[in-house]
């Protein structure tokens, strides 16, 4: 390791961060069981161009292949980067089929939810419908991401759903507002690195009350459905005012004033990066945008690195990590 952010020796450079392809000759730079987890965000399908290279992800004509290309680079190649008992933590949206090019209807305008964000300044201009698709419904790409996946042989651990209590208005009128994203979390392994986490057990009520292992007469008073759900609450409740994270959580999208606007905020990330990489480990994102997968890994003690096809956003990564 060398220098203050802990770039391994076999990184190909001396910035946390490297122009690329994400399936590019440089991935075979990277050692084999080398990653203690990857967390990312793709582009999302038919959304927006970063970069005018045809290698960009999310610019495949149909959404199959999109799909096919995001199991096969994970698989294929990340799998075998990962530690044996490594995670891979992917946040992916969905889109509506819309009616034309991206921003030209209401419904086109409002297909995408990435980050909460409403901007279309690099919006595709090319209808993006998908053929043999109606109109207007959701392509559930969220859904044949995840399964597809498991059908290629990842475990997957978790559905988080990311709320977002400021999500962007909409002004469509037949149908509800969209206000969450979806967190897939995969493992290689059915034992994996984890260290738990807690949150705060909200129920007070119950919270003197012992469960000794026979049925609870009072579970009525309790309003508990049935004496199981005392237990199960007992169980949850550990004995520290804890319990067992849940999967919704709510998060803020991240407001981002800079060139690069469809990023995550790093709280959606930092509990992921708590949880599944151990202090000096290696943290890899290979959609790395501004690098928020770096900042919060270096804050938890951790090595962040990534590719990025777009060069243009050097000057905000080194800006951002104070490079
Ligand atoms: C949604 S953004 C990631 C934002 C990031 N999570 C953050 O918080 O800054 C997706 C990124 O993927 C990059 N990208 C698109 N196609 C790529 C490819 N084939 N290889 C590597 N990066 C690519 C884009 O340039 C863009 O910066």
Redesign the pocket.
């Known amino acids: 390791m060398t220098g203050i952010l802990q770039i391994p020796e076999w990184w190909a450079s001396t910035k946390p961060y490297i122009n ?5 000759p440089m991935t075979q730079t990277i050692p084999d069981r080398s990653l203690d987890m990857i967390i ?5 399908w038919s959304l927006r161009n ?2 005018d ?1 045809s ?4 610019s495949e004509e149909t959404f199959m292949t999109y799909i096919h290309r995001l199991v096969t680079g994970f698989t294929g190649i990340y799998r075998q980067k990962l530690k044996d008992g490594g995670a891979l933590w992917v ?1 992916i949206g969905d889109t509506y089929n819309g009616s034309g090019g991206a921003g030209s209807t209401k419904e086109g305008r409002e297909r995408h939810t ?2 909460g964000k409403g901007e279309y300044s690099g919006a595709q201009s090319n209808p993006t419908r998908a053929k043999g698709y109606p109109n207007k419904t959701m392509l559930g790409i969220p859904f044949r991401f995840a399964t597809a996946m498991i059908d290629s042989g990842w475990i997957l651990r978790n559905t988080i759903i990311w709320k977002k209590p400021s999500c962007k208005p909409s002004s469509a009128k037949d149908r509800f507002t969209v206000d969450f994203e979806y967190l897939f979390f995969f493992t290689k392994n059915p034992h994996y690195y984890f260290k738990q986490q807690k949150e705060p057990a909200k129920s007070k009520w119950w919270i003197e009350r012992k469960y000794n292992g026979k049925a609870v007469k009072e579970y009525g008073g309790a309003k508990a459905e049935d004496p199981s759900g005392i237990k199960r609450r007992m169980i949850e409740k550990g004995s520290d005012g804890t319990r067992n994270m849940r999967t919704v959580w709510e998060i803020n999208p ?1 407001s981002f004033k800079g060139g ?1 606007y ?3 905020p790093e709280e959606l990330i930092s509990v992921p990066i708590d949880a599944c990489c151990k202090p000096g480990g290696i943290v890899f ?9 770096i900042k919060v890994a270096n804050s938890q003690g951790k090595i962040g690195l990534g ?4 060069g243009d ?1 050097n000057t905000l990564i080194d800006e951002y990590l104070g490079l």
């Open positions: 690329g392809d994400w399936v590019g990312t965000s793709p582009p999302y970063y970069v290279d290698r960009e992800m999310g946040n990435q980050f991240a690069h469809a990023v995550y994102d290979p959609f790395l945008g501004r690098g928020t997968t590719f990025d096809l777009c956003y």
